[in-house]
């Protein structure tokens, strides 16, 4: 089977804007990021996610299972992922919260040539956890592992332990507008699409 690294990976702390920052990439960009009949979350199915969510159900649980194995080897999510979206001309992408726990080792297999690292301030994403998914979980503590794990194993970048490049987009209280996002995305995915 033939692996395929993903070309972008979309990744943050839930409720950080990670949805709406793929489907920038897939709707206004051309990042296959997933297909519309195997999106976890389609536009208007559910009210926490409107736009849809982005995610292919079939990549979930193969990520999710990776976190939980740590430094396990990439290369059979990586066969997964090639089977899946190996046929696929252009680029492609992936967005899955849980690849905010992949430890560095993880992250150096996976080889993204871009990572869209979001970020939202812990009081809002806090706040829409909430209101998404109630409050018997503590999403502050949620929150702050998450964090933590991508500053440790993916923001380490400064000394260059990576060989991809890193975009850090800041959501924040006010409607970050769709045309200003693809305004500042496109000239990154041109420059991955020429090289």
């Given at each position: 089977m033939k692996l395929r690294h993903p070309d972008v990976v979309v990744v943050g702390v839930g409720r950080s804007g990670t949805s709406f920052t793929a489907m920038v990439l897939h709707e206004h960009l051309d990042v296959f990021m997933a297909h519309p009949?195997?999106?976890?979350?389609?536009?208007?199915?559910?009210?926490?996610?409107?736009?849809?969510?982005y995610e292919d159900n079939r990549i979930i649980s193969p990520t999710y299972k990776q976190v939980?194995?740590?430094?396990?080897?990439?290369?059979?999510?990586?066969k997964i992922y090639g089977f899946y979206f190996g046929a696929i001309k252009g680029l492609v992408g992936i967005k899955n919260t849980g690849m905010s726990m992949f430890s560095r080792t993880q992250w150096e297999q996976l080889a993204p040539r871009l990572v869209i690292r979001t970020h939202r301030t812990k009081e809002l994403a806090v706040?829409?956890?909430?209101?998404?998914?109630g409050r018997e979980t503590d999403?502050?503590?949620?929150?702050?592992?998450?964090e933590n794990c991508m500053r440790d194993n993916l923001d380490a970048n400064s000394d260059k332990r990576h060989s991809f490049q890193i975009l850090h987009i800041k959501y924040g209280c006010n409607k970050v507008h769709v045309?200003?996002?693809?305004?500042?995305l496109r000239p990154r995915i041109e420059k991955l699409r020429g090289t």
């Open positions: 009949q195997r999106m976890v979350t389609t536009a208007g199915e559910d009210s926490s996610h409107p736009i849809g969510s939980e194995t740590s430094d396990a080897d990439m290369q059979d999510w990586l706040k829409s956890m909430e209101r998404w998914r999403w502050g503590l949620f929150y702050d592992q998450r045309e200003n996002l693809i305004h500042f």
